[in-house]
């Protein structure tokens, strides 16, 4: 079967940057799975994927526009040291995450000065190009148990991992 609209897919990758710095990869032995069409990964990797069939490898590379997005200026705030814990240990490059009108979201701080913190909501990846080395180990129709499983985490609002989609099977969502 090749990759193409509800088929389950599960991969072997490796995630790599321009630089050649490694910053994610499967386990050994370990899949990511997925159920092509819907929205689950980045565009531009589920768009490279379709046609593929089951233990295929490929070299992928996806663009910032089809990854996380090009770095948004308007993403980065610097707030007054105040608004922070007192005696907090905040420092640069730390993550911490922060409630927002679309559910919480990862914060990255980018400065820290003695009466300010500059904060980043863009993504960690946000206006790097990706570079994939998958392997496909496994393509088939995907089942109801392999959509209840990827949705498992899904929070109804906001819900990244199902998009909002009534077949969540974990809960009932509102028509987007």
């Known amino acids: 079967m090749k990759v193409q609209n509800n088929a389950y897919v599960a991969l072997e990758y490796t995630l790599s940057l321009d630089s050649g710095d490694i910053v994610d990869q499967s386990e050994p032995g370990e899949t990511m799975g997925f159920i092509f069409g819907e929205g689950q990964i980045i565009p531009g990797l589920e768009r490279q994927l379709e046609g593929l069939e089951k233990g295929q490898s490929a070299k ?9 997005g090009e770095r948004d200026p308007e993403l980065v705030h610097e707030l007054p040291r105040a608004r922070f814990p007192e005696g907090a240990d905040i420092h640069e490059g730390m993550m911490f995450e922060a409630q927002g009108p679309f559910g919480v979201r990862p914060v990255r701080v980018s400065a820290v000065k003695d009466d300010a913190v500059t904060i980043d ?3 960690p990846l946000a206006g790097q190009r990706l570079h994939f080395d998958v392997k496909l180990a496994d393509v088939r129709d995907s089942t109801d148990e392999d959509r209840k499983a990827l949705h498992s985490d899904c929070d109804h609002e906001g819900c990244h991992e199902c998009g909002g989609h009534e077949d969540c099977g974990e809960h009932e969502h509102e028509a987007h």
């Open 121 to 123: 909501f863009n993504h």
């Open 60 to 68: 992928v590379v996806v663009e910032p526009a089809e990854g996380y």
